[in-house]
């Protein structure tokens, strides 16, 4: 029985492997397929963490992709885009001090993907890049000295990213990606058309 044990694991293990891998038939993004995400991200990419920085608004999304071409190699492919926002605020109060900023920032930009189809029915797997625009606001409030601080982070923004799907239903699923965009996570759900 002792031996048997070490085998059985083996091949349980080998099978965990591979079992991903092994074509089921079922594609998740197929060509015409129009897929509409949204929800919110976790950790954002634009605030130094401490205690004098609040949250007013989490990192929220909409992401949108097109599948434009099938049988691409192993996979299919994608195109679409994507709007982002956040807001949050550094706040500092000590003794007679009492001064911060509000920050906004706001993210658009195109998005190409790259859809591994068939690997796991009811999956999607993809990573992708997007090129677009990132839009930073700041606004002084209280006693700020005049120091007529700005934000300068606006600019051109890149992202390269990886993301699941898992389909429900045929037309609802949730979602995930890692990434730089407005977060270092994104989850929610995404509606395919």
């Not at 609802?172 to 994104?186: D, N, R, T």
Request: aromatic letters at 18%.
């Amino acid at each position: 029985m002792m031996k048997k044990t070490p085998k059985i694991f083996i091949l349980s293990l080998m099978l965990a492997l591979f079992l991903p891998f092994a074509p089921l038939q079922a594609q998740t993004f197929d060509q015409g397929d129009k897929v509409l995400s949204f929800g919110l991200g976790l950790g954002s990419t634009y605030v130094a963490w401490n205690s004098y920085y609040k949250m007013s608004v989490p990192p929220v999304f909409v992401a949108g992709d097109y599948c434009l071409r099938e049988d691409l190699g192993p996979g299919n492919l994608g195109v679409g885009g994507i709007l982002a926002y956040s807001a949050y605020k550094y706040h500092y109060n000590y003794g007679t001090y009492d001064y911060g900023w509000k920050y906004t920032t706001f993210i658009i930009g195109a998005r190409g993907t790259y859809h591994f189809t068939d690997l796991v029915e009811q999956l999607d797997l993809y990573g992708g890049v997007v090129l677009g625009a990132k839009i930073v606001t700041s606004k002084e409030f209280g006693d700020t000295f005049g120091t007529n601080y700005t934000a300068n982070s606006s600019g051109v923004l890149y992202d390269l990213f990886a993301g699941a799907r898992y389909y429900f239903t045929d037309n609802f699923g949730v979602m995930g990606e890692l990434g730089y965009g407005i977060a270092w996570l994104k989850i929610g759900v995404s509606l395919k058309f």
